[in-house]
Structures are given as C-alpha cells and as structure tokens.
C-alpha cells in the first residue's frame, strides 16, 4: 500500500533552516578559517614555485591546485584532508542532536515524513560545502589570475569545474558516513569520535595497511622480486584494497582530471605504452573518462551510506 | 452522542519478544478530556505514538479522526497537535522563530503563520519572550511553547504526554489553566500523566495503564465505586434524635457510622449532602455542619494497585 502524499514534503524548509544554522555557527566559521588559511598558505607556495620556473606550461592555472613546495602539500591534498573534517563537523549530530534536545518527536508530528528530515538535513549539508568550497574555488582561481597574469583556457577552466564537482561529491561521502553515524549512534560525541576514528583510518593507516594485506592475500613472486618488479598479482591487490578508502578514490580522479598527461590510473605494461607520447596531454573528455569510474565509486558510496542511514533511521524509535 | 474521534481496538506493540501494549481498547469522544494515567514504563507513550503513526502498531487497529495513522499520517498528523514528553525547542532560536519553523512544516503561508504564531503566544501568556532565545526559557514557559504550537495548529486533537511533569506549582496550575480554556474551545484533549490530581483536575474520563493494559476507564466517580465500593463520604454534624436510622435510609447510602456522639460519616455513591440535610431537618435535628469528601484518584490509584498487589501475592502463594 503507498503512503499518501509525497515525502518530500517539508524538505525544503528543513533545507533552508539547516542551512541557515549551518551558515551561520561558530562550528562552520572555524572549519572554514582551517580550510582558507591552510589552502592560502599551500596556494601561496604553489604560485611562488610557478614564479620561479617560467616554463612553458599549457596549464598554469592546474598547475596552482597541484603543485607543491615542502614542507606544505599541494593544496588538493589538503582539501582531501580536511574536507572529511569539514563534512564529519557538518554531520555528526545532525539526528542524535536532535534526539537529544528532544526536538525530534515534536518535528516529526508535525505533517512531513521523516524523509523530509533526512533529505533536509544532508542537502543543508551538502549546500554548505559547495557554497564555501565554491567561494574558496572562486578565490583561488582568481588569486592565480591575479598572481600569474596569464587568463586560463576553455580547456582548463573545464577541468577546474570537474574538480570542483569532484570534490564536493568527495565531501558528499564523508557527510553521509557522519549523518549515518549520527543516526546509529545515540551520543554525538561517540559519533564525532567514531567518524574522526575512521577519517584517521582512511587518511593514516590505511594506506599503509593496504599493500601490507595485498601482500598477505597475493605473496610477491621471488622471479619477479629478482628483476626488481612488482608482482602484477599483488598490485592489482593493493589497489582494490586502498581504493576502498574514498580518499584514495579521490586522490586518483584528481590525477586524471588536475594534470592532463596522466594515461592510466593503475599499473600498465609496457606494450600498452607503445606508440604513446609520454608527458603529452590528454583530451578534457579522455581524462574525464579515466576518472569516471572513481568518480562513480564516490556516487555509489554516497548512495550506500546515506540508504543505510535512511533505513535506520525509518526504523527508528522517537521517543528520548 | 458525540463522534469518537480516536477509536483502538486490541491496540498492541511489541518490541522482539517484549509485548509493551497489550491490547487496549479505547474510545474518545469529541470535545472530551481523556486522561492517560499509570506508572512510568506502563505503555502510555508508546499507545500516543501508534496514534500519531510515530511508531508501529504490531497488532490490533486504530483510527484518529476516521483515518489510520500508519497509513495517513500527514492527514492525521496535520489535525493533531502533539506536546512530547520534555519538550525540547533549538534554544539558538527565538519563540517566534521557533514556533515559524513548526507554521513552515504544517505548510501555513507566511501571512497566517505570523498571525496565529501572534495569537498562539498570547494565549499562552509568552508574549513578553516572543523575541528571547529559547535557550534562555524556563521549563514551564518551555511547555508553554510547545502548548503554543499545539494551539497554532488549531489541532482538533491535542495529545499532551506528561504536560507538567517537573514544573513547580505555580506553573502546574497555570498550565492547568491553559488547558482548560483549551477545552473550552472544543477541543478533543488527550492527557497523559502520573500526576493524579492535575488529572483529576481536568479530566472528564480517565484510563489506568498496568503493565502495558488498561485496566479501569471511565470518569472519577465511576472508578471509585468499582475500587472503592463507595466513592463519597459526607459527614453529618448534628444533633438529634434518630438520625442514625433516618441517614442510613436515604438512598445511595450504604453505611453510616457514628463517629462521636453528634458526628456520622455516611458512604454513598454519589453526593447525598441534599437528602442528608433534608433527612436532619425532618428528624428536628439541629445540623451544625455538613461536609463531603469527593473520591480522589489518588485513593482509587492506590487501593487499586493495593489491592491487585495483594491478590497477585495470593496468587503466588
């Protein structure tokens, strides 16, 4: 039997006012300083390195979002690294929270379903992350024009709007993962902590347990060991195993999408080299198509975990 | 005869193995005060929930204004106004902003949402905090609040679970008040409580919860004649000549004792103060005082569960 009327209804308003709360926190403003100081100062690395070498490059404006100059990471592995934080801050008590303040059952008697909420509350999300990694994307576009002079092409600007969607889609992940968490777990603390526990897993260890395990599931083969060369067998291993990890999903889709002559995002024999020019660049449609798959994979995961906190929290009991 | 405006038959919720509502069967009438009474963790929660579709019913059928909450639940949900248990508001926001955030939800254009928001709060006397952070409110005007939104729905219905639970007296009598004048307007009250004489206060008609049943209903009076035997006692002061004998024939009561010489405490089912007075009169007698005692819930409440409690020892034995 259908329920009647439709269950969106009411996701709007929940949007807007969780948006505006978003917006408008204290949490919200700290996240947002973490992000922009961190990312000035790898920006501001970048560009000097740029100064200094006047090569030829078709494709200065990438050049800023990747480029790095130790001790600072580029600033695409900073946004890897702190969006998780940003996503997990925006999502870690969004339903305990209200559980325990006692507003939930009053919001749910009022007519809506809790689809509504849900949907509400990660758009709200999901909103507040595009808007400031827009603003921060707008800022550092504009400082590399104002920095290096040179006006980017139809090409890279193309590149640049993947990377941004991208990424926002990267941020989608983790914000499902901490609302999930955040309907599982009765305390948002144990949620905050649980989400941060796996962002540390995902950033930290595991890409360093993966080929630990891909070793242990497909032992290296001494012939190969004695030519110097990865067992075929356990790279393909090691792969699969760390592009678990949304991180390492999103790391690969930046490569394709941020320097063009990236061909492959995985091991290659040499005989699929042949004929290739190396360091030449890909077409925009090309690099887009070998980060299609991760980019998918990161779809999927938004998908999974926000399904599953969707189920749970349909079965869920209100009452405190 | 009024429209039963909520009607559950065999109403049951199970938790896994765990039966916490078992069975109950209930009527309300339109423009009735129903009250909900029996210990903590004795189902009372969880029977508003099924009525609100809030949570599943395992067994048995309900209907809420003529529709099923499981599966109309905005229809049901739209003429029903609910005040949980503690009641909680975003205490970042203010009253109206609060109160504007539920009008937004209900689907209320902006127009008539500032209005009844206005109307709500001045009924339930919060005016003067209308622009204050809810953080800042006390727990009293926090159930004022939440009575304000049930108010600005103009719900048909109005479930209230533990309305004045931890307020202080002061506060519990003017939320009593409150919703009185809530009745006064038609509305359907459904009040849930441990609390007894608040729902002696209010209450047309009361069910007491047991573990999950129901296991007494109907209005005080009735109650303390089923447990009590007799629910009034009046006590008779005066003088004269066979008043014992003339008291105890008057009917409705059934026993009379003389507690001192010119003081008789009668038993009756219902105020027999007029015959009383009539009967010392006639008799010649000089009455000097007349008084009843009305049946408290609380008496019922306990010599119930007294008297349960002793037959499930008995039984054990």
Redesign the interface.
Known sequence: MRREGSPFQGTGTVLVKELADHLSSVRMRVLEWLIVLTAAAALYGAIDTLRQSTAEDPFLLLRIFTVERSPLPSFVTILGFLIPLMAIGLGFDAINGEHNRGTLSRILSQPIYRDALLAGKFLAGLGTIAISLTALWLLVVGLGLLLLGVPPGGEEVLRALAFLCVTILYAGVWLALAMLLSVILRSPASAALVALGLWLLFMVLWPMLGPALAQVIAPPDPQYALLGLPTPETLEWQQRLLRVSPNYLFGEAMLAILSPSTRALGPVFLEQLQGAVMGAPLPVLQSLMLAWPQTVGLIAAVIVLFTAGYVLFQRQEVRA | MNPQVISAHGLTKRYGQVEVVKGIDLELAKGETFGLLGPNGAGK??TI?MM?G??DISAGEIRVLGHDPA?????V??R?????????????LTAIENLA??G????LSPQERDRRIGAALARVRLTDAAGKKVGTFSRGMRQRL?LA?VIMKRAEIAILDEPTSGLDPQSTLEFLDLIRELKSDGVTILLSSHLLDQVQRVCDRVALFKDGRIVLAGSVGELARQVLGSGFSVEVEAEGEGLEARLAAISGVSSVRRTSPTCYRLSADRDVRPDAARAVVAANGALTRLSVDEPSLEAIYTRYFQQTDKTEVRDAA
Not at chain 2, 71 to 75: Q, S, Y
Not at chain 2, 104 to 107: Q, T, V
């Open positions: 929660t969880t929930l609100l809030l949570t599966r109309e639940p905005l229809t949900k739209r029903v106004g609910y005040l949980p248990d503690s009641v909680g508001f975003y205490e970042h955030y539920s937004k939800l209900m689907g939440g939104e």
